[in-house]
């Protein structure tokens, strides 16, 4: 089974190497220094400290169909997006310490009225994927990250829609919780993890930590020249 | 409980109002203490670059924000439903800090119309009072804009304000906003230079007739000294505004505009980390004695004081006062009482704008307030409203303040939330897109009203402040007809494409969507104790040597920004407070 291009483990191999594994067997140390500057450098792999290795799976599964990698620009993959959402896991907004998190707990509350659950981030993520799996499993005989594309898309539709009951939780809480955190890390300076190499902001034409405008003002209509820089002083 | 030596006067709460009352009341030589429950922040090194360029940190996470998880509001839709806590930010922020929401405001600074200020008798003048539905309990605020005028300049004057006048002296001025009130002088600095957006906003709206104007910003356009001597430099339109502090000295906040000079003051002392959690009153509950708060450790202490400004944003003020039990609590049952009463808030309405690929919208060019156009044809009451059927108004903004991706990043009607056809969607109407927003009034009501939650409490144990609210038939009717106009300018702007958000009949108040922290009410002030909690010096009707600051006075919200208004009326109570209450303490206006 774990030879099967379709087996959980291989897929995400494929998905690892792609994002975080550089090819410095093909290619020599310098032919890889000049691939730098054509295209993004290759990260080193990173190491979940929050998510366990089928939660891991399952958020790369995940993000990598909310933003997919194509010739418009980069993925949630490459933008390591799934090592934000696991750094985000391990500070104060992940520990739900900006939420407001004493009961009691009314779910059923009109959503107007705001999220109602009695899980902060970290809990809403293990919880829910846990029940996600589940589903799958009972569904398709197989976890969320060992689907097709197409059938990931299918559950992840379903999940924003909620017509997927999930154990403890409405899937739409989840969902909406994911694409939030998915599309923070595409777009967040670099710093935190994602947007690597400031690939989204190119994409878009936004040029980040730049905040400085004046001579731009009074030149209405004119594009802006000048590429994105991070915090840290990356130049883009 | 610890007791600390008297003081003269203790203001409750550091932010704008709190820092006028400040700076004004120490020439007096009076000793005063300021308790801001927040830490301090300055310019530098809290709000500098880069890391201030930080939209998660700031924009996402509200790292200058009041952190909900210690204390936050309830909220429910009608009365007789059980209200739930706000447990994440949407609809509104608060501040948090020294400088309070005045650090990370917008600086979108307006004058009420003087309609607004007498609203109760004006409509009824105007249409009959049986244009307003009975349950609709709009006042008057007991002074006139008039008598308001040079407070409401004196603001302007220290923030530095910059724009256009439309009516000086009751001249209309070209280019200015014609439908205001008039003014004595023009703007202390000119406008800021339009942004791309607003520029085509301004062309379209002026092609149909209508008069747009440079919106009145407290983001400098140039350099500028106020009264005190503070001194702002330029805007340089950086796209970090709304829920950032200023690196560049350019928008008008408390430590822009008073604090350097505040603070050395000998007979001014600042407590930060120091929560209050009531204003004690003497055995006849007629006199306040000081307050009680819990400091950086967590012990409570007594801070004995002669006169007590509670200052600490509306909601807030209104829990204190709850908690402190001055003024009756207001009933929606019986429209009796007036601590909690006439609450209400804004709505808003939103266009998203897109054009093709050949304009370039630079969308990151932006400030909170400067830069942007604004039509205010169709706000408070500069039409007639007899055909129309609903009291109030709105303005309409055409620009924007930034193109922050996470928040701020918009994407043609139909696209879907995400996948392949999202990022595309993304990627070509980034740099081409601007908006067109409605910015409404919205009126008070019998059972719109705020008072202390009996289940959720805050992270001291006090009950939180609960919130009954949701829209009224009016607003709906206001939203649809300014929308309208708004829609006939996009229209005019020739975009391919329009997106557009409007709160229709049946929508509930959605928490989760930022509209405005404009909320007001709750401590109103007015000319009858009977049907407002302060006199029109904001002094409270019960104890005299409490005043109140903020849009808490409010008897119901205004098409408009609130904090033009806000630092008019503290300016309008301070007066009186140095050069009447203090020589004669006591009630300044009779019962
Ligand atoms: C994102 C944003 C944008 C805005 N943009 C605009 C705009 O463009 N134009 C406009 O007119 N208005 C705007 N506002 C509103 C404006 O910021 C407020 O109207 C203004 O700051 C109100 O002044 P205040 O003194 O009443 O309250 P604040 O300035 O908020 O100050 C209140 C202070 O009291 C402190 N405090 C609260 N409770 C206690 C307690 N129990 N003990 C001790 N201290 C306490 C708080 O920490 C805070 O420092 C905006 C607000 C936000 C959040």
Known sequence: MSNKPSSPSRRVFLRQSMAAVPAVGLLG??????????????????TPRYFTAPEWEFL?????????????????????????????MEGAYGHGGFWYMQGPFAPDTHPTLGYQLRFNPRELYRTAIAAIDDWCQKQHQSTFAALSPEERDGVLHALEKGDITLDQLPATSFFAQLLTNTKEGYFADPMYGGNKHMAAWKMIGFPGARADFADWVEQPGKVYPLGPVSIEGDKA | MIRMKPVDVVIVGFGWTGAIMGIELADTGLNILALERGAYRDTSPDFSYPHNADELAYGIRGKLFQPLSRETVTIRHAVGDTAVPYRQYGSFLFGNNVGGAGIHWNGQHYRPSPEDLELHSHISKRYGAKFMPDDMQIQDYGLTYDELEPFLEQFEVLCGTSGRAGNINGEIKEGGNPFEGPRKRDYPTPPVADTYGARLFADAARALGMHPFPQPSDNASQPYTNPHGVRLGPCNLCGYCERFGCFMYSKASPQTTILPVLMRKPNFALRTHSHVTRINLDSTGKRATGVTYIDAQGRQVEQPADLVIVSAFQMHNVRLMLLSGIGTPYDPNTGKGVIGKNYAYQMMSSLGVFFDQDVAINPFIGAGSGGVQIVDDFNSDHFDHAAHGFVGGAYIYGGQTGGRPIQQLIVPPGTPGWGAAWKKAAKESYLHATTVATHG??????????DLDPTYKDVFGQPLLRITFDWHDNEYKMSQFVTSRAQDIVRQMKPKATSLTLRKPGDHYDVRQYQTTHTTGGVIQGSSPETSALNRYQQSWDVHNVFVTGASAFPQNLGYNPTGLIGGLTYNSVKAIRENYLKNPGPLVQA
Do not use: K, N
Request: proline share 7%; no cysteine.
């Open chain 2, 441 to 450: 009034s919205v009126m008070s009501y019998r059972d719109r009203y705020l």
């Open chain 1, 29 to 46: 140390t310098s032919a890889l220094a000049q691939t730098q500057s054509a295209a993004p450098a290759a990260q080193a792999a990173y």
């Open chain 1, 60 to 88: 790369q599964a995940a993000v990598d169909r909310l933003i997919p990698a194509d010739e418009h620009g980069p993925g949630a993959l490459e933008a390591g997006v799934p090592e934000f959402i696991d750094r985000e």
